[in-house]
């Protein structure tokens, strides 16, 4: 009798290997858009970790080198509107590779300097170039982001602020020690070349037209972007008269200059602060100098994704304040308890704590212009840094003559805290992300 035939129950699936994930065009785009921040703030901040040193060789007092690092946003300010307006009506992205490749040749050319006046006129020129890389990331990013990501997209970019200045520390020190003060200008000014060559082949103004983008990714932009609408391919046309006539604009540029002045005085003089008025040594610098950047890195980047977050829950105006008050009161209070303080240790912990909170701050006021009008972006963040930039003008050359006129820091950061307390206030009645252009 034969046995009966058994019923095959297996079935034979072919060894399909699986599509590896695919890195996401916007990630690239959003990637480099923050290398750009991290080398401009190189390039800016890396002259007042050799601050000292450039003094005591040239001859320097904290007044003449107040007005060296005032001159860079003498510069800056002159092209922070047209690079705004630029950058919206021809596409940011191209704006951004020419700026950062002049600005990175300026770097470079900051050593070859042979007298006081030429410096001034380097650093200016450097200011101009540099001038083009917020107002064009804002442009590039209205259009590559969708509405619910543009806090934590804009907190990445303006997190490349903190770590320029915090890789600064440490990797300006060792080529100084290693070979002199020219040695870092040199090394960052290269680096910035190699990256604007490299921006301009994998970045487009409009995601549609990007070699290795997906439609399923495409998809997913058009969720608050400008993508859909193919901006990045039409003259946009500017609504100046009504553009000053919004009470969210004039509340941005405002309250931004007070934001701007602790920023900036904080960058140009925290190294030689530490050094002069808390007894650090160089080297000391390069290693805890780095803290409060580090600290401004990490909140950078919780504040964007916080915010994005109470988005979900409360209005989009409230969302963006609420970070705004945590910045501006902790930025006050650690300031003022820096400046009291007679410890080192303690006033090194209170400036960390202070450059933490400021940094909440920046993710805020670059992605409000978003909110406010996605399609003139960079026009709006250019109006608003142009008064961040005269508080960068003012910052550093206010703080040497209260320097040397007075002889204490106190005075100097008591008039930040004010300054910050100042700023929380208007925050309340000033500040809006309702979409009122566009």
């Given amino acids: 009798m034969e046995k009966p035939l058994l019923k095959n129950t297996e079935v034979n699936v072919p060894n399909v290997p699986k599509t590896p994930r695919k890195i996401k065009a916007r990630w690239w785009v959003m990637f480099f858009i923050f290398l750009s921040t991290v080398l401009a703030y190189t390039d800016r901040s890396n002259i007042s970790i050799v601050a000292v040193t450039m003094m005591e060789e040239f001859g320097w007092n904290e007044q003449q080198f107040g007005l060296l690092a005032s001159a860079f946003f003498v510069g800056y300010l002159l092209l922070g509107i047209p690079a705004g307006w630029m950058s919206d009506k021809w596409g940011g992205v191209k704006f951004l590779a020419i700026g950062v490749f002049l600005w990175s040749l300026f770097t470079i050319f900051t050593p070859l300097a042979w007298s006081f006046a030429s410096m001034l006129v380097i650093r200016f020129l450097l200011g101009v170039g540099e001038a083009v890389n917020f107002p064009s990331h804002t442009s590039v990013v209205s259009k590559w982001s969708p509405l619910h990501m543009r806090g934590r997209w804009q907190g990445l970019n303006m997190s490349g602020m903190a770590v320029g200045v915090m890789i600064t520390a440490p990797i300006t020190t060792w080529l100084t020690a290693k070979f002199n003060w020219h040695a870092s200008f040199y090394f960052f ?243 809006s992300a309702k979409q009122v252009l566009d």
């Fill in 189 to 431: 000014g290269a680096l910035g070349i190699i990256w604007a060559i490299i921006w301009i082949k994998i970045a487009t103004d409009n995601p549609k037209d990007h070699p290795f983008i997906s439609k399923q990714e495409l998809d997913e932009m058009e969720d608050g972007s400008e993508a859909k609408e193919s901006t990045a391919t039409k003259e946009v046309k500017i609504p100046w008269s009504k553009i000053f006539r919004v009470k969210e604009v004039w509340g941005l540029t405002l309250i931004y200059f007070f934001q701007n002045y602790n920023w900036y005085l904080y960058l140009t003089w925290l190294p030689a602060y530490f050094m002069k008025e808390r007894g650090f040594t160089l080297l000391k610098v390069g290693i805890y100098g780095a803290l409060p950047w580090l600290g401004a890195f990490i909140a950078m980047n919780v504040a964007g994704i916080l915010s994005d977050q109470l988005s979900k829950k409360y209005s989009l105006s409230t969302s963006r304040r609420i970070p705004m008050y945590i910045s501006f009161l902790g930025t006050a209070i650690f300031m003022a308890l820096g400046a009291y303080t007679p410890n080192e240790w303690a006033a090194l912990t209170y400036i960390t704590l202070s450059v933490t909170c400021l940094g909440i701050n920046f993710t805020m006021f670059w992605t409000l212009p978003i909110d406010i009008g996605p399609k003139t972006a960079g026009t709006l963040s250019g109006i608003m840094n142009t008064s961040g930039t005269v508080a960068g003008i003012i910052a550093p050359a206010l703080t040497g003559f209260l320097i040397v006129s007075l002889g204490s820091w106190q005075y100097v950061l008591f008039l930040g805290a004010a300054l910050a307390l100042m700023g929380a206030l208007l925050t309340r009645f000033m500040i």
